[in-house]
């Protein structure tokens, strides 16, 4: 994924039976790593929904890299392999759901809509002094409005061993400036080849494709409490106006906007696939 952080946790993920062995449908909880911590691949034999207050989370499934910001949370389906990274002090939680009594079926990852009332709910399902009428009751309005966001927010990764070395360099260092006739060159093959292969496998234009892998890495260094200035720098903008421009494209609103909101969750998540190919 992202280039990992100096003084970055790395922890392999074994079978919580305290969580997944559970005689209830739902184990909620939360923690706060104090420093930048990232999980082995893994997954869990419950389906698992995770989300983050104060900073990010961010999530390598297969070939798509998903970004979850204050306000959503994503739902990872059980037997999934999976590795994620969460910012330092960020608050973290996480819900595990067993399968055989879960109503419902997302068969791959999914953004999910954290509303104040659904990450209340979930929070409340973490105390350990429920008695089981009013966890019963608890769950089962967790189960009415649980919902996918509107908007997913993936970055697809090509998957095509002609340009997969791109991808990964710029996932190390999105601010990489290198043209596509530059790393044509570097890879000894057509700027035609590239164009073809990146529309071909994500949809987008190798531009594009960048354009969205920044603002993926964005979301990350604003939660952190950088400016736009800094980020902007940090991700190979000349100006800015560039990157905030960048974002909009993407995100469909400002940087400032998208998380300055007055409940402190996130406006609606944009597709960022169908609006840059509108733009």
């Known amino acids: 994924?992202?280039?990992?952080?100096?003084?970055?946790?790395?922890?392999?993920?074994?079978?919580?039976?305290?969580?997944?062995?559970?005689?209830?449908?739902?184990?909620?909880?939360f923690r706060i790593p104090r420093v930048?911590?990232?999980?082995?691949?893994?997954?869990?034999?419950?389906?698992?929904?995770?989300w983050v207050r104060g900073g990010t989370l961010t999530s390598r499934v297969a070939d798509r890299v998903f970004t979850v910001s204050e306000g959503y949370g994503l739902w990872m389906p059980a037997g999934v392999v999976h590795g994620g990274r969460a910012t330092a002090g960020a608050e973290f939680h996480d819900a595990?759901?067993?399968?055989?009594?879960?109503?419902?079926?997302?068969?791959?990852?999914?953004?999910?809509?954290?509303?104040?009332?659904?990450?209340?709910?979930?929070?409340h399902l973490a105390?350990?002094?429920?008695?089981?009428?009013?966890?019963?009751?608890a769950e089962s309005v967790?189960?009415?409005?649980?919902?996918?966001?509107?908007?997913?927010?993936?970055?697809?990764?090509?998957g095509d061993a002609r340009i997969d070395a791109i991808a990964e360099a710029l996932l190390d260092d999105p601010a990489d400036p290198r043209s596509l006739e530059e790393w044509a060159r570097w890879l000894g093959i057509s700027d035609r080849t590239i164009t073809r292969a990146f529309r071909h496998t994500t949809g987008l234009s190798f531009a594009q494709w960048r354009q969205v892998l920044r603002v993926h890495r964005a979301l990350t260094l604003l939660s952190e409490g950088f400016d736009v200035t800094t980020?902007?720098?940090?991700?190979?903008?000349?100006?800015?106006?560039?990157?905030?421009?960048?974002?909009?494209?993407?995100?469909?609103?400002?940087?400032?906007?998208?998380?300055?909101t007055a409940d402190g969750t996130p406006e609606g998540v944009r597709n960022p696939v169908s609006r840059v190919q509108n733009s």
């Open 1 to 29: 994924m992202w280039r990992r952080e100096a003084g970055t946790v790395v922890r392999r993920v074994g079978v919580p039976p305290e969580r997944e062995a559970a005689p209830f449908v739902i184990a909620a909880g």
């Open 36 to 50: 930048p911590t990232e999980w082995a691949p893994h997954a869990h034999a419950s389906h698992e929904l995770v």
């Open 96 to 123: 595990f759901f067993a399968p055989d009594r879960t109503p419902f079926v997302f068969g791959e990852p999914k953004a999910i809509a954290m509303t104040p009332l659904l990450a209340s709910l979930l929070t």
């Open 127 to 137: 105390r350990t002094d429920l008695d089981a009428a009013a966890r019963a009751r």
């Open 142 to 158: 967790v189960f009415d409005v649980l919902q996918p966001a509107e908007r997913q927010f993936a970055l697809q990764l090509p």
């Open 231 to 260: 980020v902007s720098e940090t991700l190979g903008y000349a100006q800015p106006s560039s990157f905030i421009a960048a974002f909009r494209r993407v995100m469909g609103t400002t940087p400032g906007a998208f998380f300055d």
